[in-house]
């Protein structure tokens, strides 16, 4: 049976690369893939997954508006299809993360989702909640705070270093702007020292 599955992590944990490994593991042994990325990440260019190691594949885009079961049927009419690779899942909408389940339970296609689980204020994008609560397997990807410890959570700063608090959950690009923490510095730096 074809399982949904959640890979996530905080910023800059390598999970692009993951994905693009797996992807060209299938690709190598001539199975096909979907590759599919939020339509609002542009980062590297419309329609690519890119990692921070420099490797890059082409994918398709989705937006939130659309139904992602339609486009994997649609695309299962071409020939079969190995698995489903979604980049930045983050920003699926959560009825798209039921319709990717029901790619996984009815069109028996594995789905690996790869995104974030939490945003900069520390609170889960919606699509990441609908995947850590219905996702079939939950895998997390670890990356390290600069004391050591495993980063579960990421700040934002703004153009002269200080730490954002507030404003919008998505910012494309600024990756530079972004920094992974353990918890512990997370709240260090969001609310301010112990007192």
């Not at 920003?91 to 319709?99: K, S, Y």
């Not at 994008?125 to 990807?141: K, N, Q, T, Y």
């Not at 998505?170 to 020292?193: K, M, N």
Request: glycine share 8%; hydrophobic share 40%; charged share 25%.
């Amino acid at each position: 049976m074809a399982k949904l599955y959640f890979n996530y992590s905080t910023m800059n944990a390598g999970k692009s690369a993951i994905l693009l490994q797996a992807d060209h593991n299938y690709r190598e042994r001539g199975m096909r893939t979907l590759l599919l990325t939020a339509e609002l990440d542009d980062r590297a260019g419309e329609g690519v997954i890119a990692s921070r190691i420099g490797i890059q594949a082409p994918a398709s885009r989705y937006d939130t508006q659309e139904d992602l079961y339609d486009r994997v049927a649609a695309c299962l009419k071409e020939g079969p299809l190995a698995c489903v690779l979604i980049d930045e899942a983050q920003f699926l909408q959560p009825e798209q993360v039921w319709q990717l389940a029901r790619v996984a339970d009815e069109l028996s296609v594995p789905v690996m989702a790869y995104g974030l689980r939490v945003d900069f204020q520390g609170q889960p994008f919606p699509g990441s909640a609908a995947l850590l609560a219905i996702a079939d397997s939950l895998r997390e990807i670890r990356t390290i705070c600069h004391c050591g410890s495993k980063a579960t959570m990421v700040i934002r700063k703004d153009q002269s270093g200080r730490v954002v608090t507030d404003g919008a959950q998505v910012q494309i690009g600024g990756d530079e702007t972004y920094v992974s923490l353990c918890r512990i510095h997370w709240r260090e730096a969001f609310h301010g020292p112990p007192t």
